[in-house]
């Protein structure tokens, strides 16, 4: 029989208000078992602890049930209390009644009779209780960061400076990212490039730095401080090793009528392409869509002119595979696609543009080379049009449910830098609300309108006409002057929303990280580990956790660096004690538990068993790794023959607790 | 403020107009704008504030095409045409209230009007 304390926490009056704690105690005291049933004021506070300490020594205890808050909270300080005491952490129950109970009822009496009732289920466990000690695990000190854009190329320097090993898998041919793209930053008005490319050169340079461009994550497995990746790296048809990057071959490459997608889709590349000037690693890349030596066999220019033979038209996908401490996702964002907002005449008319493609047509590297031309029929445009929250801050069969957070600023720098560059081109800003919360953005958008005089309209607009004398009609509320305006404009800009990359849910499949509805990744606390993911050993770095500038960008990668480099540097971590273990002689060899693990930590082997009638016979049985067990319980469930158990939350443990409540 | 109004008028259109994060797009998107005393965005705030009375005298009501524009592109799926329709169909139940009469005929025929128009409109406008 356990000798069991029970201490119930008033939590101020987060319980006390809605639960009698007096009675609570007093019930759980005639429970069996219970030698001392208490209440405090703040359990957690270090006299609260102190009585569970002291009690432990006074009465001898073998088990403790805290009746407090969710064990999220205050598990760990009781279980360390009680260890300090000499009693297993493990012999330590948590019963919810705040979270699951004082928070969610108004009725004292109700609240009271669950919150015993919890209190029972508790004790009933702990009477099943068994002590664990938890192991060890040896740490990989390497870690992997999946996305080169500016997040992931900041959390790789980081995390180099410190001393470890990085590779970042990236699936575009360079790194670099959307800032790549972009033509000047807000409120500085300074060039991305000028800020970027020194990351990048120095990513490169760095030889703790690994870069797998044009590469993918293709699996997943293991578990914190010990993940093993396989990549993909992707064909190029070039050999990396050997290209020098001296764009030769996309000179001279005869189809040049492909897209480009770095400039939107506004211009032209090659079917050998290096995507920009400053791209890292400056290698060429063969699209297999477009080049004609790899869809007919008819070409082969680039291997004629390549003066290293770096060309090589038989080069297949290739895996390589590598163990890793850390995680950390980096995956970002892309615009959305507006083929469904037919107001704004996307489709229909090319001077309609997405902000980001407004970034291409300003920029030297871009297709006009820095001068802002309309792209249907490259005159200046006079008058210009801004719609802000495209798809942004809708219901959800309309659009994304949540604010884009860049676009305030990003249009506003946009204006701004059309009237300085064009002082005779009037611009128009259509906006709901204007949202500039950060260090001189309210400045810097106050300066748009009062120094640089963009009109800024409060209103929507309705409806975009492009019409037959080239100009576009856009139909607009002004809601402060209460009236429906027509402005004949030549260019409109879409501040379109922005969301996840396509690749970041199958990624979060791999990695066991939890996301939300809008595939953004979640942290495994919104305030106190912003920069963590709920799984042990997954970090999270810019836009893939939610929409972010890039000072928040880069300030949240460098966080999530420092997380991961407080992995790394250990030799080893604590694991979980509460892990499945299978009984040898209950398991029938279903393999059912391996095929629902999702870490990998089953196994199966053939043991010899004496039998009843002095044979010997070799049975198939499942064999759990501890050290790879996450303890998720799915194998317990899963288990046709009731061998697998869990530690910790054995069956026989849940179904006392059930008893307990049902009785 | 007309609370028992507001609340037939939210009950009959099935809109609830707190979605409404003022935007005016409906506004802006309004073929009839030109026409209307009160703008579609007005009508959703003025049901908000329970002012319904002023609406229902409008003549606004009876310009809103139902084109359903604002329908379809309000991003917050608020539906401000279906509380026009709302409004309007409470003006017409109100007891005792004719918004045409046979005397005001004459004035408004003309050569392409079908006599079914006529007929269609003394249904909707008269008790």
């Given at each position: 029989m356990q000798r069991i304390g029970v201490f119930v926490c008033h939590c101020g009056t987060n319980i006390a208000a809605t639960v009698d704690v007096k009675a609570v105690a007093e019930a759980l005291g005639?429970?069996?078992?219970?030698?001392i049933s208490q209440d405090y004021q703040?359990?957690?506070?270090e006299s609260g602890q102190n009585l569970v300490k002291n009690s432990i020594k006074e009465h001898n205890l073998t088990g403790v049930v805290v009746c407090s808050?969710?064990?999220?909270?205050?598990e760990n300080t009781f279980r360390k209390a009680a260890a300090a005491a000499?009693?297993?952490?493990?012999?330590v129950e948590i019963a919810?009644?705040?979270?699951?109970c004082s928070w969610i009822h108004k009725d004292i009496a109700t609240a009271t009779e669950k919150a015993i009732i919890l209190g029972k289920a508790a004790v009933a466990k702990v009477h099943l209780n068994a002590p664990l000690t938890a192991g060890e695990s040896p740490v990989v000190k390497r870690a992997l960061v999946i996305g080169g854009g500016i997040a992931g190329i900041q959390t790789a320097l980081d995390i180099a400076e410190a001393g470890f090993d990085v590779d970042i898998v990236e699936k575009?041919?360079?790194?670099?990212?959307?800032m790549a793209q972009i033509d000047k930053t807000f409120?500085?008005?300074?060039c991305a490039a000028c800020i970027l490319t020194p990351k990048m050169v120095e990513a490169s340079q760095n030889e703790k730095i690994h870069i797998h461009s044009f590469?993918?994550?293709a699996d997943v497995k293991g578990f914190v401080g010990n993940f093993t990746v396989k990549i993909k790296k992707k064909?190029?048809?070039?050999?990396e090793t050997k290209c020098?990057?001296?764009g030769l071959c996309t000179e001279k490459c005869?189809?040049?009528?492909v897209p480009n997608e770095f400039n939107m889709g506004l211009d032209n590349r090659t079917a050998?392409?290096?995507?920009?000037?400053?791209?890292?690693?400056k290698v060429a890349t063969i699209d297999p869509n477009y080049c004609m030596m790899l869809k007919?066999?008819?070409?082969g220019v680039c291997s004629k002119v390549c003066s290293v033979g770096?060309?090589?038209?038989k080069q297949e996908d290739r895996i390589i595979e590598e163990k890793y401490g850390a995680i950390i996702v980096a995956t970002g964002f892309n615009p959305i696609k507006?083929?469904?907002?037919?107001?704004?005449a996307y489709n229909q008319c090319?001077?309609?543009?997405t902000s980001l493609e407004l970034e291409r047509l300003m920029n030297a590297a871009g297709p006009n080379g820095g001068t802002l031309l309309?792209?249907?029929?490259?005159t200046h445009p006079h008058t210009i049009v801004f719609v802000q929250c495209v798809g942004s801050r809708c219901d959800d069969s309309k659009g994304k449910?949540?604010?884009?957070?860049?676009c305030c600023m990003y249009t506003a720098k946009h204006a701004m830098l059309i009237r300085e560059k064009y002082p005779d081109t009037e611009v128009y800003v259509f906006y709901i609300d204007v949202r500039t919360p950060g260090k001189n953005f309210d400045e810097f958008y106050r300066r748009a309108v009062e120094q640089y005089n963009v009109h800024y309209i409060k209103g929507m607009v309705g409806k975009v006409t492009p019409k037959s004398d080239g100009k576009i009609d856009v139909q607009a509320s002004d809601l402060l002057a209460n009236e429906q305006l027509h402005i004949n404009a030549d260019m409109v800009v879409l501040a379109a929303a922005i969301e996840p990359d396509k690749t970041a849910r199958p990624l979060a499949t791999m990695l066991t990280t939890q996301m939300d509805t809008n595939d953004f990744f979640t942290e495994a606390?919104?305030?106190?580990?912003?920069?963590?993911?709920?799984?042990?050993g997954i970090f999270l770095s810019g836009a893939c956790q939610g929409p972010k500038d890039i000072p928040e960008t880069v300030a949240q990668a460098s966080a999530a660096a420092a997380k991961a480099i407080g992995l790394l540097c250990k030799n080893s971590i604590t694991c979980n004690p509460c892990v499945a273990h299978s009984n040898e002689l209950m398991?029938?060899?279903?393999?059912s538990c391996e095929k629902v693990c999702p870490y990998g930590a089953i196994t199966y082997v053939d043991k010899e068993f004496r039998m009843p009638d002095r044979t010997t016979a070799i049975r198939r049985v499942a064999s759990v790794n501890p050290a790879v067990c996450?303890?998720?319980?799915a194998c317990t469930v899963a288990c046709p023959s009731g061998a697998m158990d869990l530690n910790g939350f054995s069956n026989s443990q849940i179904m006392a607790e059930v008893d307990a409540i049902c009785k | 403020m007309n609370k028992n109004l507001q609340e037939q008028i939210i009950r009959s259109s099935g809109?609830?107009?707190?979605?409404?994060?003022?935007?005016?797009k409906c506004s802006g998107t309004c073929p009839s704008y030109g026409e209307m005393e009160y703008h579609p965005h007005q009508f959703v705030y003025m049901v908000e504030r329970g002012e319904i009375e002023p609406l229902l005298k409008s003549e606004s009501l009876y310009k809103c095409?139902?084109?359903f524009a604002c329908v379809e592109r309000c991003p917050r799926n608020v539906e401000p045409a279906k509380v026009v329709e709302a409004v309007r169909l409470a003006a017409v139940r109100?007891?005792?209230?004719?918004?045409?009469?046979?005397?005001?005929?004459p004035d408004m025929l003309?050569?392409?009007?079908?006599q079914q128009a006529i007929v269609t409109a003394f249904r909707k406008y008269t008790k």
């Open positions: 005639h429970e069996p078992g219970v030698v703040y359990m957690c506070s808050c969710s064990p999220r909270m205050h000499g009693l297993n952490s493990y012999m919810n009644i705040r979270e699951q575009n041919p360079t790194i670099g990212g959307k409120p500085t008005l300074d590469s993918e994550v064909a190029r048809f070039v050999d020098t990057g001296c005869p189809m040049k009528k050998i392409y290096i995507p920009f000037a400053q791209a890292v690693p007919n066999g008819k070409c770096a060309i090589d038209y507006l083929d469904k907002y037919d107001e704004f090319a001077d309609v543009v309309r792209p249907s029929d490259k449910p949540y604010c884009s957070k860049i606390h919104p305030k106190l580990r912003p920069v963590e993911s709920a799984t042990a398991c029938n060899g279903c393999s996450q303890g998720c319980g | 809109v609830n107009v707190l979605k409404c994060m003022r935007c005016g095409l139902t084109c109100q007891q005792g209230n004719n918004h045409l009469t046979p005397a005001q005929i003309d050569d392409d009007l079908p």
